[in-house]
């Protein structure tokens, strides 16, 4: 099946196997036949899509993502605003099909694609897959804010030598990555509450395309912290992991989930699926919640509002009544 690439936005692939098409709108056109055929083959009734192609260059907010009206107007007149992972997102919706992105592009994190989830009763989440480095800043951060302990700086840096390193080895798209890892930080030490302790965190993100390591990522963290009287100390994080092997039951779960939602009728952005994302959806106006041990209970309670079971509060009063 060919995809919808342009290498305008992925700089350091070169796709062959691609489709043509008059313009973005024919390309979404194309790509809703591809689902449909998809479906009639495999006799499935229900189809959940989940982006984990490559990171997109980043891309500042555009006009066109206001309205739906202006964002299918772009796509009749190949804009440069609307990358492929929009373009698929837009044939996943507009075909009633839930859509999850597991790469930090904006893709669905617009005005217009929020509106075109409503009114096509599809639930969406993301964005960018949280397996690795990400996911140990979300165990370890909110554990220091919970002991009050200070911190001073957080320098992370990454080797990995898989498609996914090499993509990001291109400075256009490790910014729309750099600009996923470094947001997770802020909201779990809230320094506007605790200025003494996390108002000065300096942060600072790298990722090295190192081919040896294949699909093998290494992350390192040093974080300064300080404690009782200012006295400093440090913490030392070397993770070894395997990049594929952390990823692929996020989007195994993400698809179990979503069907799920979509069953449920909900519809739009959901918050609940926070857990599994570096960089979480949310409604306007509302900060992302980035402690893992928050977004857990968002998940279980979420699971537990649907079977129509109480929620877990932990006060735990009931045992001393």
Not at 142 to 163: C, E, H, M, Y
Not at 212 to 241: A, H, T
Not at 263 to 279: D, N, P, T, Y
Request: aromatic residues 10%.
């Amino acid at each position: 099946m060919k995809a919808v690439f342009n290498d305008y936005y992925v700089k350091r692939l070169h796709g062959t196997h691609i489709k043509s098409g008059k313009n973005k709108m024919d390309l979404a056109e194309q790509l809703k036949q591809d689902i449909a055929a998809f479906k009639k083959e495999h006799h499935l009734s229900r189809v959940v899509v989940v982006w984990c192609a490559s990171t997109e260059i980043y891309q500042e907010h555009d006009p066109v993502y206001e309205s739906v009206e202006a964002l299918e107007k772009a796509m009749r007149e190949d804009h440069i605003a609307i990358p492929p992972s929009m373009i698929y997102a837009y044939a996943a919706i507009t075909s009633g099909i839930p859509f999850a992105n597991g790469a930090p592009n904006i893709t669905i994190d617009i005005p217009a694609m929020i509106e075109l989830a409503k009114r096509h009763n599809v639930p969406v989440c993301g964005k960018d897959f949280k397996s690795g480095q990400t996911f140990m800043k979300t165990l370890i951060a909110p554990g220091l804010k919970a002991k009050q302990i200070g911190v001073s700086g957080w320098f992370s840096t990454n080797i990995l030598g898989n498609r996914d390193g090499e993509v990001l080895d291109d400075p256009e798209s490790f910014k729309s990555k750099e600009v996923s890892k470094l947001s997770v930080l802020d909201t779990i030490f809230q320094p506007e509450h605790n200025p003494d302790l996390y108002s000065n965190v300096y942060h600072k993100v790298r990722i090295n395309y190192y081919p040896p390591r294949g699909d093998n990522k290494e992350s390192w963290d040093n974080i300064d912290i300080f404690g009782w009287l200012g006295y400093p100390m440090q913490i030392k994080v070397n993770f070894l992991c395997r990049d594929s092997i952390l990823a692929a039951p996020i989007a195994l779960d993400l698809a179990l989930l979503l069907d799920l939602a979509h069953r449920a009728h909900m519809k739009g952005i959901q918050e609940w699926l926070s857990f599994f994302f570096k960089s979480p959806m949310t409604a306007p106006g509302l900060y992302p919640e980035h402690d893992v041990f928050i977004q857990l209970m968002k998940l279980k309670n979420t699971l537990r509002h649907l079977r129509g079971e109480e929620l877990i509060t932990h006060l735990g009063l009931e045992y001393y009544d």
